[in-house]
């Protein structure tokens, strides 16, 4: 293990990387019950799905294990999937089978940027303080997810102020979308599992502020052990019928490989009319895969040393690999049958607990091929008992915060969207858009255009672009 993925030259060693594994599973597991759930509102056979999770995550995992040796997991990812089922398919009117031919052909566009100099064009033009800001935007991303997740937010509604997205019988799964008169507020501590994430939450800060080593799996398990005892996990309500195999290998078959036959890229262009619509809809979908991963990997890497850097251009042999394996899981994704295969933020969750080779990204991609046997029993661990790590790694995020020079407004406000919104909007992508559009903005009013790098320019016209189709659709 020391001489293939070179943990002694990372300064880690076996135990801590099984660890960091195990955090970082635990931390995203909830995507193999919510990805087949918002799916197969589209129409997709749900277990078919479930099987198509699996195997993208597995594929572009394994990549990071092995090519990249990076402690990165990777699935389809949360909006992406929501992208996929909420506007390609119930608002744009496009099946699921075109859906999926988009997301492949999102593959093999980050193939092109990531073989040319796009990519690397692309990450030059990101200034140090909106460097320093993405990171702390992960931080505060996961902060909030933790937060939302452990149950601590109410939302109040106006009544008239919101649309519902679904379909006939799919009403009472559909999403809820509302507008800027919703207000969040702290819930009403009367819920056990609510209580039992405060619990959850005590007990992570007491073994990260005491420093136990492996201690942020341990509060996963303690506080897991106190829901089992408590009831609010029940044992013998496990199903392990809930996911038969067999049926679900049946139902891979309706989705495998769609996305490149007739009813998937076959039929995608075959609409002329409704070409610039395809293409907005793939722009969108291909800015929010790619911007989601680099956030991520410059977000976290940078701030634990894993992703080198070497010059002022920050570039590096572990990015370029990290972002080849993301291209492979979202390609293999869209053949298996699932929406975009990107890099999860909770990967930073496994980072914090001493994650630092690809023997961390290993032992998730085991725990995503073996949960295809026992998936019922990922439902033991409780939101409750991941969401505190969420939070707890955030918090160490936002100390990327110092390196942005605060009473300089020029740096201030790009940096500010870049942090704030993407938590607020519950987006990574968008948060860069943001940064980008408010730095371009900031250097004109100076009447220092001619700085801003031109790959800004051009990235930021993609993104208003693309902001124009969203409003449109």
């Known amino acids: 293990m020391d001489k293939l993925f070179k943990l002694k030259e990372h300064g880690t060693d076996v135990r801590t990387e099984v660890l960091a594994g195990l955090t970082t599973f635990f931390a995203m597991s909830y995507i193999l019950f919510v990805n087949p759930a918002m799916l197969s509102q589209t129409g997709m056979p749900a277990q078919g799905v479930f099987l198509a999770t699996i195997i993208g995550s597995v594929a572009g995992t394994l990549m990071m294990a092995f090519y990249a040796n990076l402690p990165y997991a990777q699935a389809p990812g949360m909006g992406l999937n929501a992208f996929f089922t909420f506007t390609v398919v119930f608002s744009l009117g496009y099946t699921w089978q075109e859906a999926l031919g988009m997301v492949f052909i999102c593959g093999l566009i980050s193939l092109f940027i990531t073989l040319t100099k796009i990519r690397k064009a692309i990450i030059e033009s990101i200034p140090s303080a909106l460097r320093s800001a993405i990171s702390a935007g992960i931080g505060v991303f996961l902060a909030y997810v933790g937060i939302k997740n452990a ?13 519902v997205a679904g379909k006939g019988a799919d009403q009472a799964k559909a999403a809820i979308t509302a507008n800027s008169a919703a207000t ?35 509060s996963i398990f303690a506080t897991t052990v106190v829901a089992i005892a408590v009831g609010l996990v029940d044992l013998s309500a496990i199903d392990f019928g809930q996911h038969n195999l067999s049926t679900a290998l049946k139902e891979l078959g309706q989705v ?50 894993i992703v080198a850097t070497s010059g002022e251009n920050h570039e590096s042999e572990g990015l370029d ?25 909770e990967s930073a969750a496994g980072i914090g607990a001493g994650g630092r080779t690809g023997l961390t990204a290993l032992v998730v991609a085991v725990c995503f091929a073996v949960s295809s046997f026992f998936s019922p029993l990922l439902a033991i661990v409780p939101t409750a008992a991941t969401a505190p790590i969420l939070i707890v790694v955030g918090i160490m995020m936002l100390s990327s915060l110092k390196n942005i ?47 801003v790098h031109p790959m800004i320019w051009i990235l930021n016209l993609l993104f208003i672009l693309n902001f124009i189709s969203l409003a449109l659709s």
């Open 256 to 305: 495998f490989g769609v996305a490149v036959g007739p009813e998937g890229l076959g039929a995608l262009f075959a609409d002329t009319a409704r070409l610039p619509q395809t293409f907005m809809a793939i722009l969108a979908f291909s800015l929010t895969d790619i911007f989601d991963t680099i956030g991520t990997l410059i977000g976290t890497g940078e701030k634990v040393g």
């Open 405 to 451: 020079q605060w009473d300089d407004m020029a740096e201030a406000i790009p940096a500010f969207f870049t942090s704030i919104f993407m938590g607020f909007t519950y987006s990574i992508t968008n948060g860069i858009a943001a940064g980008f559009i408010m730095y371009a903005l900031v250097k004109v009013i100076k009447g220092q255009a001619k700085d």
């Open 151 to 163: 149950g601590l937010l109410k939302f109040s509604i106006d009544p008239g102020n919101y649309v």
């Open 321 to 345: 690999k990290a972002l080849y394996s993301d291209l492979i899981g979202t390609t293999i994704g869209a053949i298996a049958g699932t929406s975009n295969v990107t890099t999860y933020v």
């Open 184 to 218: 969040p507020g702290l819930v009403d501590f009367n819920n056990p599992a609510v209580l039992l994430a405060l619990l959850g939450l005590a007990i992570t800060i007491f073994f990260v502020i005491k420093g136990i080593k492996g201690g942020i799996i341990l």
